[in-house]
Nanobody
Framework: QVQLVESGGGLVQAGGSLRLSCAASGSIFGISAMGWYRQAPGKQRELVATITTGGTTNYAASLKGRFTISRDDARSAVLLQMNNLRPEDTAVYYC??????????????WGQGTQVTVSS
C-alpha cells in the first residue's frame, strides 16, 4: 500500500505563490508516476500536472507556464510550484500516485487533499 500526505496549501492573494508537497510512503516500489489534480466546488476533478519516474511532465494546457511540477526523490515526494495564482485556482488539490500491481493492472492512490484559496 502507498500513503500520500499533502502539505503547503493555504490562503494567498491573487498574484501570489504557493508550493505544494506530497510525500509518498509505504510500498513505494513500482510507482511509475505522481501528480496533482484539483477539484473546485461544483466542478469535476481535473488534471493539474503529472511527472513520471523518468522525468516526463504533463500539464493542463491552461496551467502550463504558471505551475511547475518536480520531484524530490530523497523524500519520495512530488512538488507543485504555483505562481501568479488566480481566484479561479481555488480548489482542493489532491496528490496522486500510480503504481503497477502487475503487468496487467495499475493502482491509483490519493492523498487526503489540501485546500488552496486565492483571494482577489
Amino acid at each position: 500500500q502507498v500513503q500520500l500526505v499533502e502539505s503547503g496549501g493555504g490562503l494567498v492573494q491573487a498574484g501570489g505563490s504557493l508550493r505544494l508537497s506530497c510525500a509518498a510512503s509505504g510500498s513505494i516500489f513500482g510507482i511509475s508516476a505522481m501528480g496533482w489534480y484539483r477539484q473546485a466546488p461544483g466542478k469535476q476533478r481535473e488534471l493539474v500536472a503529472t511527472i513520471t519516474t523518468g522525468g516526463t511532465t504533463n500539464y493542463a494546457a491552461s496551467l502550463k507556464g504558471r505551475f511547475t511540477i518536480s520531484r524530490d526523490d530523497a523524500r519520495s515526494a512530488v512538488l507543485l510550484q504555483m505562481n501568479n495564482l488566480r481566484p479561479e485556482d481555488t480548489a482542493v488539490y489532491y496528490c496522486n500516485a500510480q503504481k503497477s500491481r502487475n503487468v496487467y493492472f495499475t493502482d491509483n492512490y490519493w492523498g487526503q487533499g489540501t485546500q488552496v484559496t486565492v483571494s482577489s
